[in-house]
């Protein structure tokens, strides 16, 4: 075995630049906690001095993280004046919390799974799974984070305007389940949307669901929309208008099941939607940034969650279209198509 030594020294550099990401993670996670993209946001060019006072913090670790920040392309660094600048066009992902592409809250979910490492490995020698209450809280928080700007953005816009009569049902009165709604992000933006409409958020994580609650409260939410700690197969409730899986049915052990509890609990005429994180149906074509992230989530989090529990059929985040329709059709749907989609997202809407 003698590999061309130049091939090797691209790809150290390649693992070079991801151990440099993940290390400078940290970074970035701690100038979100500390405001210092906030503070730069819009701001022009600011000296370390100027940042720290901006921020009340001190200069000499600030000055350290700026060089950090420069060094990785996050913040433009000006020679001439010793100063530097956060693009307006790095704004959105970095420092603004309702941005669709804000992306700081997946370093929280990164850091939990390093806190897991261990038990990750454990499955991974065993082939049993990990309850999603099982890891550290910091993926719950991050989870919630880094998807709630996206539901706000695209839920009703788009998502649910590309299911058939959906709105008109929602804005006249209509009965709606999110099942798996963890913090309740989802249901609490269509709960505000639809005020005529009644909605249940359904989970089987306990703690997930006092935060829905708190989140409602937190929002001043009307009197139409409830939480309820129970199994996605366990519902009692029916004669649903619509029932949403956003971002959880690859997490159950036996989606196929969801699916089927779902079609029985849905009023004749009612539609289910699905939401999943984008991905194409083969390995070859899901070779990206995004399917990259996905497929580790999916290795540390969302495999061993369906293994946890009964069947286990770890369908996987990156399961992509044709085996999601393929199975919400063998739950009985008499149709299934993709409606709509966004970079991280494919939506599904399936028929009764």
């Known amino acids: 075995m003698n590999p061309d030594p130049i091939l090797v020294e691209q790809f150290a550099g390649q693992v070079v630049t991801d151990i440099a990401a993940t290390i400078s993670g940290v970074m970035t996670n701690i100038g979100h906690k500390l405001g210092l993209y906030k503070a730069m946001a819009g701001a022009g060019c600011l000296s370390s001095s100027d940042l720290a006072n901006l921020t009340g913090n001190d200069e000499r670790y600030i000055r350290e993280w700026l060089n950090n920040q420069t060094a990785g392309g996050y913040v433009v660094y000006h020679k001439d004046s010793e100063t530097y600048e956060l693009p307006d066009h790095h704004a959105p992902v970095l420092a603004n919390d309702d941005s669709p592409v804000f992306?700081?809250?997946?370093?929280?979910?990164?850091?939990?799974?390093?806190?897991?490492?261990?038990?990750?490995?454990?499955?991974?020698?065993?082939?049993?799974?990990?309850?999603?209450?099982?890891?550290?809280?910091?993926?719950?928080?991050?989870?919630?984070?880094?998807?709630?700007?996206?539901?706000?953005?695209?839920?009703?816009?788009?998502?649910?305007?590309?299911?058939?009569?959906?709105?008109?049902?929602?804005?006249?009165?209509?009965?709606?389940?999110?099942?798996?709604?963890?913090?309740?992000?989802?249901?609490?933006?269509?709960?505000?949307?639809?005020?005529?409409?009644?909605?249940?958020?359904?989970?089987?994580?306990?703690?997930?669901?006092?935060?829905?609650?708190?989140?409602?409260?937190?929002?001043?939410?009307?009197?139409?929309?409830?939480?309820?700690?129970?199994?996605?197969?366990?519902?009692?409730?029916?004669?649903?208008?619509?029932?949403?899986?956003?971002?959880?049915?690859?997490?159950?052990?036996?989606?196929?099941?969801?699916?089927v509890k779902a079609k029985q609990a849905l009023k004749p005429g009612g539609s289910l939607m699905l939401v999943e994180p984008a991905a194409q149906d083969c390995v070859s074509d899901n070779i990206n940034p995004v399917s990259r992230m996905y497929y580790a989530a999916s290795t540390a989090v969302c495999t061993p969650c369906s293994k946890s529990q009964e069947v286990g059929l770890a369908l996987g985040a990156q399961a992509g279209p044709g085996a999601l329709i393929q199975l919400l059709q063998d739950a009985g749907f008499s149709s299934a198509r993709q409606v709509a989609e966004t970079p991280f997202n494919i939506v599904i809407e399936a028929r009764y």
């Open 103 to 259: 992306l700081v809250p997946a370093l929280e979910v990164a850091a939990s799974l390093w806190m897991d490492e261990d038990k990750i490995i454990d499955v991974f020698k065993s082939g049993e799974g990990i309850a999603w209450q099982d890891h550290h809280h910091r993926l719950f928080c991050g989870s919630e984070s880094l998807f709630r700007p996206g539901y706000k953005t695209h839920l009703i816009p788009s998502w649910i305007s590309a299911l058939d009569g959906l709105t008109d049902k929602l804005n006249s009165g209509a009965k709606v389940a999110d099942i798996g709604c963890g913090h309740g992000a989802s249901t609490i933006v269509m709960a505000n949307a639809f005020p005529e409409s009644q909605f249940y958020g359904f989970d089987n994580h306990a703690q997930s669901i006092t935060t829905a609650k708190e989140r409602a409260d937190d929002e001043n939410c009307g009197d139409n929309l409830a939480f309820k700690t129970v199994a996605a197969k366990d519902y009692s409730e029916k004669d649903f208008d619509l029932i949403c899986f956003m971002d959880c049915l690859h997490d159950m052990g036996d989606p196929l099941g969801a699916a």
